[in-house]
């Protein structure tokens, strides 16, 4: 049974930085992509930045050049460095693991940017 676990939310003041850590278990194969996405309160879930395997990386446009997404041991786990936060960061952030169609979720991790 997968099993996706986000970690590293917490408060952090407007300038300063945290790193997301993602882990996937129970499944011995890569991963075709895995990702961050984020949801504020009261807005839909939307997609912050995707990894393959390949390396090849996608972040939206209001992250680039701030946040940084990168494997660790293994591609089963993944990070999410954010620096430069702002207010329009706050949000629970969800970690995404995708093999063959099936998307699996961990269940998030409250990151809230304080000014």
């Known amino acids: 049974q997968v099993q996706v676990v986000e970690s590293g939310g917490g408060v952090v003041q407007a300038g300063g930085s945290l790193r997301l850590s993602c882990a996937a278990t129970?499944?011995?194969?890569?991963?075709?992509?895995m990702a961050w996405y984020r949801q504020a309160p009261g807005r839909q879930r939307d997609l912050v930045a995707s990894?393959?395997?390949?390396?090849?990386?996608v972040y939206i446009d209001s992250v680039k050049g701030r946040f940084i997404i990168s494997y660790g041991n293994g591609k089963n786990t993944i990070y999410l460095q954010m620096n430069s936060l702002n207010s329009e960061d706050t949000a629970v952030y969800y970690c995404?693991?995708?093999?063959?169609?099936?998307?699996?979720w961990g269940k998030g991790t409250l990151v809230t940017v304080s000014s």
């Open positions: 995404n693991a995708r093999l063959g169609g099936r998307d699996f």
């Open positions: 129970g499944i011995i194969f890569n991963f075709n992509t």
């Open positions: 990894i393959t395997p390949g390396g090849s990386t």
